[in-house]
């Protein structure tokens, strides 16, 4: 059974863009997570979506937002970017409880 | 804001030996989850432990749960240089699939 795939793997981008990080849960997950892991801040939840509806929701601006498609895949959005959304974004699938993590996407904002 | 701290935050061992490192968190949970990082890389999952088990083994991995105390930890027998990563736990709460992680504990196996 094929993982959580994130695509892109790598991205650069400059202050002010937006940016859309895409991933695709392992097949019969229907939650998927999203997280961000930063050296000074550590890895952070940013919002779990569930059958197409956000669940639940970290502390992060509202340039955060993600949706899910009804096949389970997903995508992040990040608005204005600013030069602290650099970040390795991370994706979790799950089917109860355990979750699974894609490779992640390495954002470099310039 | 992280749940918890990790402890050590790096621990050093040759080939062979035992790795022990503990995770504190403040909140009461429904489980608890053990994952291995290599080099920036994604999280592999290691270990589920649940807040009404005492005791979990995967392997040459054990991991201890004690939800009176809000502590566990990981023990890694005879190592391996492939053992190298950073091993983080996570919390998962009432809410649901939204994990709380520790700051995470480096472990470098010498050969």
């Known amino acids: 059974k094929a993982g959580v795939t994130q695509t892109p793997r790598y991205l650069i981008k400059t202050r002010g863009q937006q940016v859309t990080l895409s991933c695709s849960p392992i097949?019969?997950?229907?939650?998927v997570s999203w997280y961000q892991q930063t050296p000074g801040q550590g890895l952070q939840f940013l919002f779990e979506?569930?059958?197409?509806?956000?669940?639940n929701k970290g502390n992060f601006p509202g340039r955060f937002s993600g949706r899910q498609f009804s096949n389970s895949r997903s995508e992040m959005n990040v608005s204005t970017l600013e030069l602290g959304d650099s970040a390795l974004y991370l994706c979790?699938?799950?089917?109860?409880?355990?979750?699974?993590f894609g490779p992640g996407t390495r954002l470099t904002v310039l | 804001s992280q749940q918890g701290e990790e402890d050590p935050q790096a621990l050093s061992i040759q080939e062979g030996e035992n790795a022990t490192m503990n995770c504190s968190y403040k909140?009461?949970?429904?489980?608890l989850q053990w994952y291995r990082q290599n080099s920036g890389r994604g999280l592999v999952h290691l270990i589920l432990?649940?807040?009404?088990?005492r005791e979990k083994h995967s392997g040459r991995l054990r991991v201890t749960l004690d939800t009176s105390k809000k502590s566990s930890s990981l023990l890694i027998t005879a190592s391996r240089a492939a053992d190298t990563a950073s091993y983080f736990c996570?919390?998962?709460?009432?809410?649901?699939?939204?994990?709380?992680f520790g700051g995470g504990t480096r472990v470098l196996v010498k050969p």
């Open positions: 097949s019969g997950h229907r939650s």
């Open positions: 996570a919390t998962e709460g009432a809410a649901g699939n939204k994990l709380t």
């Open positions: 979506y569930f059958s197409e509806t956000q669940r």
């Open positions: 432990i649940r807040s009404n088990e």
């Open positions: 979790a699938s799950s089917l109860v409880d355990e979750q699974f």
């Open positions: 909140t009461s949970i429904n489980n």
